[in-house]
């Protein structure tokens, strides 16, 4: 076999091994999340990860080769790192717990990311055109997921870090706090909606 080839092949076996390990513990990680939009976007993505395993499958087939995983030692250190973050969780905020989820997460997010890419390349290498579309579409999705990650830990950051202060926070240097202001002081008598004195 052409060892880019070979690459491939290897890259494409170490990721339907991830790939089903995600399958059993996104389900665990919805479990676990207090959010409701994490949550969601846990149980999104599981679809998602079904839908990765059987476009492997494609790929070895397009490739002629036996979709046959080899264990992907990297993913499974991040999933008992993922458990241990839910036995963590039950004991802290529920604030606490999502964001840690939320950084379990990302962590397998990227080292996917990763793994696509270099296989959709390799692929690419090899002039494997059709192999290389499917991995392509899988990246993107990985990379969809990474960013509702990040969009979903970003209320809930500013949420902790208000707590952290205590809840207090100072509304008059706010921009909202600030039009609002200005709006009030449009409305005052003797002033135009710009602010200059009226003419009678």
């Given amino acids: 076999m052409p060892v ?7 890259e494409l076996q170490d990721l339907l091994h991830a790939e089903t390990q995600l399958v059993g513990a996104l389900p665990k990680m919805a479990e676990a999340a207090q959010n409701p939009k994490l949550k969601e976007a846990f149980e999104k993505h599981l679809v998602q990860t079904e839908g990765h395993v059987e476009r492997l499958k494609k790929a070895f087939s397009l490739l002629g080769e036996k979709a046959q995983p080899k264990p992907c030692k990297a993913m ?15 004991d802290k905020d529920p604030l606490a717990a999502d964001l840690a989820l939320i950084t379990a997460a990302q962590k397998v997010e990227h080292y996917e990311i990763s793994g696509y890419g270099t296989a959709r390349e390799l692929a690419r290498q090899i002039g494997q055109i059709e192999v290389a579309t499917l991995l392509c579409h899988t990246l993107g999705e990985e ?6 990650l990040t969009t ?8 902790a ?3 952290d202060m205590g809840g207090q926070v100072n509304l008059e240097s706010t921009p909202a706090s600030a039009e609002s202001k200005k709006r009030k002081s449009s409305r005052e008598p003797g002033k135009t909606m710009h602010g200059s004195p009226s003419v009678a």
């Fill in 161 to 163: 870090m208000l707590d």
């Fill in 143 to 148: 990379e969809s997921a990474d960013f509702l």
């Fill in 76 to 90: 499974m250190g991040l999933v008992e790192e993922g458990e241990e973050t839910i036995g963590e969780g039950q």
């Fill in 4 to 10: 880019l080839k070979e690459l491939l092949v290897e």
């Fill in 152 to 159: 979903v830990a970003k209320p809930l950051l500013q949420q």
